[in-house]
């Protein structure tokens, strides 16, 4: 083999370890672009999870705020009916006096 014949195996030797190379990395561009899509997809999913947790956790707030309204009504209807109930056995109690006497 002469030096021209062994620089120009060389050179094409060369040549297709960079073609090589290049179709390998672009084969990895091309899984990474797709990992990244697929992380990407992902974040959105979780972004629009957290959005909606953020408003359940809302929601629950306004609902214990709602429960405790309601049970400070629903002491104040207790009293009433107290006083109500109080108020009937005094005019039952004057009734049956009144009916006696």
Known sequence: MS????DASG???GWDRLEASVEELL??????AERA??????VAELQSALKTAKTGVADARGVA????NLRKRNGLLEDR????????RRI??????????
């Open 65 to 68: 705020s709602e429960l405790k």
């Open 27 to 32: 084969t990895r561009n091309e899984a990474l």
């Open 37 to 42: 899509r697929a992380a990407e997809e992902r």
């Open 92 to 101: 039952s109690e004057r009734l049956r006096l009144a009916q006696e006497g």
């Open 81 to 88: 009916m107290a006083d109500g109930r109080a108020r009937v």
């Open 3 to 6: 030096g021209k014949e062994a």
């Open 11 to 13: 050179a094409e030797s």
